[in-house]
């Protein structure tokens, strides 16, 4: 069967080598990474139909060579491989004994509770990822101050670090809620976020069937 990769299909793959270089993709539309810590699980449904169950060890290598050959067809065969042809060219690329990937659990999370939730822009996503990389602050934190919801980037162990801040809603309740600024490896767009005292999110794309689980750190409270 011949195939090509939409450019959302690749930029979600992309965006999945970051959480794990290597990814198993099962035949069907469904894509699915989880991180080699066990504390992030990326589920997309694509428009693609992937003809069959197959591996790869290197997935931005191999997204590298999808570029190199200018988005070319994708022809699935029965002998460990695919064979990717451009017009006068062709390469194999071989994928890799499933064995040696951590596959996502059979099953997704389902938050033991739901103790917040907000809608997080794109804009201010991505203002707080790069605030954070300017200002080199580790944490994310969602704080719960009796009034409004923010969330916030810093240091959480250095009181005079610099922050950076964005509201996101209004709540009675009082919490702080962290998580690692590197675990925050999601697509570009808009999410609805939920976050359970348990130590669990999930970040749910607005625009596309793309969802994140995250888990947040024990100090939370």
């Keep these: 069967m011949t195939m090509k990769l939409s450019n959302d299909t690749f930029e979600i793959l992309k965006n999945f080598s970051s959480i794990n270089q290597s990814i198993a993709v099962e035949a069907g539309n469904r894509l699915r990474t989880f991180s080699i810590a066990e504390n992030i699980l990326a589920e997309a449904n694509v428009t693609e139909a992937f003809p069959q169950n197959f591996a790869i060890y290197d997935l931005s290598e191999f997204l590298s060579n999808m570029i190199l050959m200018h988005g070319a067809d994708m022809e699935f065969g029965a002998d460990h491989h695919v064979k ?7 390469m194999k690329y071989f994928f890799a004994d499933p064995s040696l990937i951590k596959k996502a659990p059979e099953d ?23 605030m954070a990389a300017v200002n080199n602050l580790p944490d ?17 162990e250095n009181d005079t670090s610099n922050t950076f801040s964005v509201d996101v809603g209004a709540t009675a309740d009082e919490f702080v809620l962290n998580m690692k600024v590197e675990n925050l490896k999601i ?16 970040f ?3 625009a596309i069937p793309l969802t994140y ?3 947040l750190e024990p100090d939370s409270n």
């Design 84 to 90: 990717i042809t451009d017009t006068g060219s062709s």
């Design 140 to 156: 994310l934190s969602v704080v719960g101050d009796g009034e409004k919801i923010s969330v916030v980037v810093r240091d959480k």
């Design 204 to 206: 749910q794309h607005q």
């Design 187 to 202: 697509f570009k767009g808009d999410y609805k976020v939920t976050m359970s005292k348990r130590l669990i999110s999930c």
């Design 213 to 215: 689980w995250i888990a």
């Design 108 to 130: 997704n999370p389902t938050l033991p509770s739901e103790d917040v939730s907000f809608t997080l822009t794109a804009k201010d996503l991505d203002r707080l990822i790069r």
